[in-house]
């Protein structure tokens, strides 16, 4: 009879381990990976976030690859037929700042939106605020400093064959740079405009991006 009662209850146990296990292998690892799913996947807005991030980004790494390409080849080339303005030192290095710093950020950007890593995505949103403040800081600069563009327009004066400088010279009246600079400075207060006007599209889209990352890092895990 005793053994007959032990029979039965190791019977029981190993009808209930034999529950358990298959319990855990139809809902325990299911309810995990469905869960591990649902924190990774997206919905619509969010899928819609992350590939704009991703395609805008993409797009400006070219654009700052591109800036640094263009800016090193006309240098190497100012003064030929093909290009007869030249750029200072200041604007030359400025403008590979600026390449470098785009391509760090969107190359930061697209690798944010397809891995979906809240940090990485963090890192960007930190440095897209850090380069709006930097950009101010520059137009600032640049809008203010009138020496910094004077030096400038010099530089592209010496750089432009004798007869260009003597066809503006006749065309508006001057004899040399000093003399012509009034009538440069208000060609290039015209051309502001469209500085401007760059300088509002970056500044927009910067910010837009960051609006953008916040909210993918805000759909990231829920």
């Known amino acids: 009879k005793t053994k007959n009662i032990i029979m039965s209850s190791g019977g029981r146990d190993m009808r209930g381990a034999s529950y358990m296990d298959q319990y855990d292998s139809n809902y325990g690892d299911n309810t995990y990976d469905t869960a591990r799913k649902d924190s990774n996947d997206l919905g619509g807005c969010g899928k819609c976030t992350k590939h704009t991030l991703f395609a805008v980004n993409f797009v400006m790494l070219l654009i700052g690859v591109a800036l640094i390409v263009v800016v090193f080849f006309v240098k190497e080339n100012a003064g030929s037929e093909d290009i007869t303005f030249a750029l200072t030192d200041t604007v030359v290095w400025l403008s590979v700042v600026i390449g470098a710093m785009i391509i760090i950020i969107s190359f930061l950007g697209c690798v944010g939106a397809t891995t979906k890593s809240k940090c990485i995505l963090t890192i960007f949103i930190i440095l897209l605020i850090l380069a709006l403040i930097l950009e101010l800081a520059g137009i600032i600069v640049i809008f203010t400093d009138e020496s910094l563009v004077k030096e ?48 509002i599209g970056v500044f927009v889209y910067q910010l837009l991006m960051t609006i953008f990352a916040f909210c993918l890092c805000c759909k990231i895990g829920k």
């Open 152 to 199: 400038n327009a010099e530089k592209t004066w010496n750089s432009a064959s004798t007869d260009a400088q003597d066809q503006f010279k006749a065309d508006n009246d001057c004899s040399d740079f000093d003399d012509c600079w009034e009538i440069i400075k208000s060609e290039i207060d015209s051309n502001m405009f469209i500085v401007g006007g760059i300088v």
